[in-house]
């Protein structure tokens, strides 16, 4: 069982950066793979990056690339994304997840989520 709890989310200027915090319950949650997805309005739910458990390596979506980082600390059950360069597109609530899947890109292969945290870019 694992339970995750997001932060870090708010209002930032085009450009701007925020970095978006998941804290995670669960003493297995070093054996997880983490991802973040985002929900806009209107739109379905989709995948933004993953670490996986070993390794760990990184997956983005291509519109991403180059301005999030993703990141992990299993001792402190942190996973984080760095939002850099944040453009209106990225407006969104942010769900962290976790799954025990190598198939770390799709929604349904994730067993836990947390309950999301709104960011909103303004142009």
């Known amino acids: 069982q694992v339970q995750l709890v997001e932060s870090g989310g708010g209002l930032v200027q085009a450009g701007g950066s925020l970095k978006l915090s998941c804290a995670a319950s669960?003493?297995?949650?070093?054996?997880?793979?983490l991802g973040w997805f985002r929900q806009a309005p209107g739109k379905e739910r989709e995948f933004v990056a993953a670490?996986?458990?070993?390794?760990?390596?990184?997956y983005y979506t291509d519109s991403v690339k180059g301005r999030f980082t993703i990141s992990r600390e299993n001792d402190k059950n942190m996973v984080y994304l760095q939002m850099n360069s944040l453009k209106p597109e990225d407006t969104a609530v942010y769900f962290c997840a976790a799954t025990a899947s190598v198939l770390v890109a799709f929604e349904l292969e994730y067993d836990y989520w947390g309950q999301g945290t709104q960011v909103t870019v303004s142009s």
């Open positions: 670490i996986t458990w070993s390794g760990p390596n990184t």
């Open positions: 669960g003493r297995t949650f070093s054996t997880y793979s």
